[in-house]
């Protein structure tokens, strides 16, 4: 849902035609986010994660590898983008409390988890400035 100036807009009409003048303030709010549970395969080895191989066919552009946002900044100083038109990707890091903690696998097939799910081992450092805390979990953007 949509508001400015304190009314709901509607749908099926461009910002324009709703007269939204340029540089006003349009309140945004999020409706649940369902995820497609199928969606957290990593891409395969014969795709390359970063540019320029990330992008060397349009098939590699497919949807099918993981989760997409779709999202639109007018800020300028953006908070989850480093630069416009940049894409942003998601990974939540546990680290397991013991070799036989299972909870990382529980997070990895949960259709709720928001991006990709990497287990670290109780023995494996953080590729992080700080530590991950046995049996925690930590969502990273990037």
Known sequence: MMFYIGKDLEDEKSLAALNVQPNSLVHLIR?????WPWAQRLPGDNKSL???GAFKKKSYLSTKDGHVFLMEYYEERLLMLSN???GANLCTYYQ???PEDQR???LRNQSDTLGNVM???????SPFLGEIHAG???LKQT
Not at 31 to 35: P, S, Y
Not at 119 to 125: S, V
């Open 31 to 35: 409706t649940k986010v369902h995820m």
């Open 50 to 52: 970063r540019p320029p």
């Open 84 to 86: 416009a038109g940049i």
């Open 96 to 98: 397991k409390s013991s």
């Open 104 to 106: 990382g696998n529980w």
């Open 119 to 125: 287990i670290l081992e109780p023995g494996d450092k």
């Open 136 to 138: 925690c979990s930590l």
